[in-house]
């Protein structure tokens, strides 16, 4: 079956320090990978994707590469700031068995990245 | 309405009593799916719907839970005899169709069972 493992968190960071949250995946077929983003008090949001090899994924000065050869999807970014504290989801959508894509998504357990002024 | 959203944001009930959990997606999205947030668990698909039919319930965790859509839009998340486990925050998502690849997240009902 298809499943996501992320780097354990929390992740505790000074501003402008620079970010890496791993993402391994194991799956069927070829997936669409994603990382979604859970700020305090909000609901889940897209925050970037990639849906083939060697595709980069990025947004707000975030960015990803999909690996296949590694089956990763490590997200980075280079100065981080305050605002970006927040619980970060990889997540990974697949064909299931029969060949038909539903969209499910598969996630992480998530990251919990807290960064200081 | 402008984005997924789902009533009530917070719920407290009974061990033993039945809860429904209400999401409302974004109009003219036809793909709709039910996850479970909770401690040491984290993010799992509970089931998918497409129209009205829903051809993926295989998240759902016991029979306790079911789910319907009806009018290709509101969905409704039953939970039989609630137990102490199933304390979670329950999310709903919508997607214009299943092979769009962004999905829109409500900001989930917290379920809490004593």
């Known amino acids: 079956g298809n499943s996501v493992t992320q780097m354990e968190g929390p992740v505790t960071l000074s501003e402008e320090a620079f970010l890496t949250i791993n993402c391994t995946y194991t799956?069927?077929?070829?997936?669409?990978l994603f990382w979604y983003v859970q700020y305090p008090g909000e609901g889940l949001q897209l925050l970037l994707k990639a849906t083939k090899a060697d595709d980069k994924g990025s947004n707000k000065g975030f960015e990803a590469t999909y690996r296949k050869e590694t089956t990763s999807f490590h997200l980075e970014k280079g100065s981080v700031q305050v605002s970006d504290s927040a619980v970060y989801f990889c997540a990974l959508s697949s064909a299931n068995a029969g060949g038909t894509s539903y969209g499910k998504l598969t996630f992480g357990q998530g990251t919990i990245l807290t960064v200081h002024p | 309405g402008a984005g997924v959203s789902q009533s009530p944001s917070n719920k407290v009930t009974e061990k033993g009593k039945d809860v429904e959990l209400r999401c409302d997606p974004i109009s003219g999205h036809t793909a709709l799916y039910w996850y479970r947030q909770s401690l040491g668990q984290g993010l799992e698909f509970l089931i998918y719907?497409?129209?009205?039919?829903?051809?993926?319930k295989s998240g759902l965790p016991s029979d306790r839970f079911s789910a319907e859509r009806t009018g290709g839009s509101v969905s409704t998340l039953t939970i039989q005899r609630t137990q102490q486990e199933d304390s979670a925050v329950y999310l709903c998502a919508s997607r214009i169709s299943p092979e769009n690849t962004e999905a829109f997240f409500g900001q989930g009902t917290r379920l809490t069972v004593v």
């Open positions: 719907f497409q129209g009205n039919s829903a051809p993926d």
């Open positions: 799956a069927t077929g070829y997936p669409s």
